[in-house]
């Protein structure tokens, strides 16, 4: 994790302000989803990212009634069919 030299304090309601420069190295938008991780005593920030409700996979994964599913899972619960 490399630091990026920069300090913010947090406000009354708990918030911070991720500078401008931060923000659009990564193209992260208004209204973009973050996901908060605790790693030790680490916070970390990350763009949200939907993982398959069954396997934790990133990849392939497609929204289905509200939930997330990836590929191989989807393959495999069709073979249950047969």
Do not use: W
């Not at 763009?47 to 899972?73: I, Q, S, T, W």
């Amino acid at each position: 994790m490399k630091p990026a030299g920069v300090v913010r304090k947090v406000d009354q309601l708990g918030r911070i302000v991720l500078p401008k420069s931060l923000r659009k190295r990564y193209s992260m938008n208004e209204g973009d989803p973050v996901e908060i991780l605790v790693q030790g005593d680490h916070i970390i920030l990350e763009r949200y990212r939907p993982r398959c409700v069954f396997c934790g996979n990133m990849e392939e994964v497609r929204e289905f009634k509200d939930r997330y599913l990836c590929a191989e899972c989807v393959t495999e619960m069709s073979q249950l069919r047969r």
